[in-house]
């Protein structure tokens, strides 16, 4: 069992930058690719972005790439996804996700494949 717990959602204004933490537990970290996805209100839940087990790969949404950065720290549980050049757009639940995988080098978008996830976190961008 693992789990995940998000933080470092609020309310920004458009064009602000937030960082999300996914603080996981339960499994050693570096078992897990990780990824973010999000759900806005009415909406499917999407791919934002991911991470691989190894830390090497990482793959983004379109809507978010070139303003959104995701990484993660071993020594700390920890993955994080840095967004900046907010949008109203954006606006959603944020859900960390862990994938436990013998691989170390994919990056997983499918919703499905994921194992655990967290409780969310929500982030509001005003225009």
């Known amino acids: 069992q693992a789990q995940l717990v998000e933080s470092g959602g609020g309310l920004v204004q458009a064009g602000d930058s937030l960082r999300l933490s996914c603080a996981a537990s339960g499994r050693p970290f570096s078992d897990f690719a990780l990824a973010w996805f999000r759900q806005a209100s009415g909406k499917e839940r999407e791919f934002v972005g991911g991470?691989?087990?190894?830390?090497?790969?990482?793959n983004f949404a379109d809507s978010v790439k070139g303003r959104f950065t995701i990484s993660r720290d071993v020594a700390k549980n920890t993955v994080y996804l840095q967004m900046n050049s907010l949008k109203p757009e954006d606006t959603a639940v944020y859900y960390c996700?862990?994938?436990?995988?013998?691989?170390?080098?994919?990056?997983?978008?499918?919703?499905?494949?994921?194992?655990?996830w967290g409780q969310g976190t929500q982030v509001t961008v005003s225009s």
């Open positions: 996700a862990a994938k436990l995988t013998p691989l170390y080098g994919l990056v997983y978008t499918y919703a499905g494949s994921y194992d655990y």
């Open positions: 991470i691989s087990r190894r830390g090497s790969k990482t």
